[in-house]
């Protein structure tokens, strides 16, 4: 975990890194996934066709890996006196490897900037979503975050 004492500190982790834990990517998540966003694709959901598509099995939306970066990076970047933290953005977003249901992932986060911008300090991280197994990412992207300091 990267740890710091409040927004302002943020300038001093530029360069750190932090890897998150495991969490398994699984098919009712899929399934809620494609319910949520209307995005039926049967190489999501229908196990029986996917099995003999390209990837051999269904595969999580790359919206979903992309959604899922609060779960994956939540625990990974700790700043005090901070009122409000608040997504600001994504500069890019790649999606390498596709996450096959029952796929593990895991991110880890490296801090690349930290400017102050309005009420706060505008943190940028590229963050890498790696797939257990795989030779390539998941996901890369280039994150932007504001946070507010107060309390």
Not at 36 to 65: K, N, S
Not at 89 to 106: E, K, N, Q, S
Not at 125 to 150: D, K, N
């Amino acid at each position: 975990m990267i740890t710091v004492e409040s927004p302002a500190a943020l300038a001093d982790a530029v360069g750190q890194r932090a890897t998150g834990d495991w969490f398994t990517v699984d098919q009712p998540r899929i399934t809620a996934f494609a319910d949520a966003t209307e995005d039926h694709q049967w190489i999501h959901l229908d196990v029986e066709r996917a099995a003999d598509g390209p990837f051999g099995g269904t595969i999580a939306h790359g919206y979903l890996t992309l959604a899922l970066l609060p779960r994956l990076t939540g625990e990974l970047l700790d700043v005090g006196r901070t009122a409000m933290a608040v997504n600001y953005g994504l500069d890019t977003v790649r999606f390498l490897t596709p996450v096959p249901a029952g796929g593990r992932v895991r991110a880890t986060v490296e801090i690349t900037g930290a400017e102050p911008a309005g009420h706060g300090v505008r943190l940028s991280s590229t963050v890498t979503v790696e797939l257990e197994g795989a030779e390539r990412p998941a996901l890369v992207a280039q994150t932007l975050a504001l946070y507010v300091p107060g309390g």
